[in-house]
């Protein structure tokens, strides 16, 4: 029997407020690891860890990974769509890789939300969604990164995604594999030593909150982000408002699209 299921793609901020933004809602849905996307100094506040840990609670919501429940229970690629039908019982959020949903997606429909660039889209794809940016075919809309639904017959202005994450960004002086210093949650002081970039230590810039840095063991290039330390930081574990708002007007496409049908 034929289901229908929403996949969100990522598994970043948005898309995991995405993700649970419609696991509350009642709908199904699906996280999809997309591979070689770059390590991000937020990994701690969203699902991004999934995969090394094969299961990740956040906000009360758990996501397992097919990798955890084959290793526990004997089980091929075929078997995806036993696993998520399973997930879905349990109340927990099934997290697949490209080629185990193209298993799901023989037997189901697919709406794919796009919250990370894509080269292209998995097929059986009936829907896709995608988050300013993502360049996938067959886009019907986009949603902008304060959450405002562009649709195609209204004039808009492209919020810059940039104003979300000004002031306090450090970035690497050279290419090379982080070690970090500092956790996240410290209090900093001014050129307090933050992380080291093989023989280089990457220091503060201000006195303030650690509210993200880099995993150790990522091997990352000059001039990328690699830690943002905030006067007055709160609720550092918590997603910030701009992912909630994407996925309000991810929610927002979904039931407009029901609604026309």
């Not at 075929?78 to 696993?83: Q, R, Y």
Request: hydrophobic share 40%; glycine share 6%; aromatic share 8%.
């Amino acid at each position: 029997m034929s289901r229908q299921y929403v996949v969100v793609t990522g598994l970043n901020d948005e898309a995991t407020a995405t993700a649970i933004r419609f696991y509350r809602a009642g709908i199904p849905v699906i996280l999809m690891d997309v591979e070689d996307t770059p390590p991000s100094i937020y990994a701690h506040r969203n699902f991004s860890h999934l995969l090394t840990l094969g299961r990740k609670e956040r906000f009360g919501v758990e996501a397992r990974t097919f990798a955890d429940y084959s290793y526990h229970t004997p089980a091929d690629i075929n078997d995806s769509t036993a696993f998520v039908s399973r997930c879905i019982a349990d109340r927990l959020i099934p997290c697949l890789r490209e080629e185990e949903l193209a298993a799901v997606a023989r037997d189901n429909e697919l709406t794919l939300l796009c919250c990370v660039p894509l080269p292209s889209a998995p097929a059986a794809v009936t829907e896709i969604y995608a988050l300013e940016g993502c360049q996938t075919p067959r886009t019907r809309y986009t949603v902008d990164y304060s959450g405002m639904v562009l649709y195609p017959a209204l004039e808009y202005e492209t919020t810059d995604a940039s104003i979300y994450e000004s002031g306090g960004l450090l970035k690497a002086p050279v290419d090379g594999v982080v070690q970090t210093i500092k956790s996240v949650g410290d209090a900093i002081r001014i050129h307090e030593p933050l992380l080291h970039l093989d023989r280089h230590n990457v220091e503060s810039e201000t006195e303030g909150i650690l509210t993200g840095i880099l995993p150790s063991g990522s091997f990352i290039k000059a001039g990328t982000v690699v830690a943002r330390v905030e006067k007055g930081a709160k609720h550092i574990e918590r997603l910030p408002a701009q992912s909630w708002a994407v996925a309000g007007a991810f929610l927002e496409l979904f039931f407009y699209e029901k609604k026309l049908k």
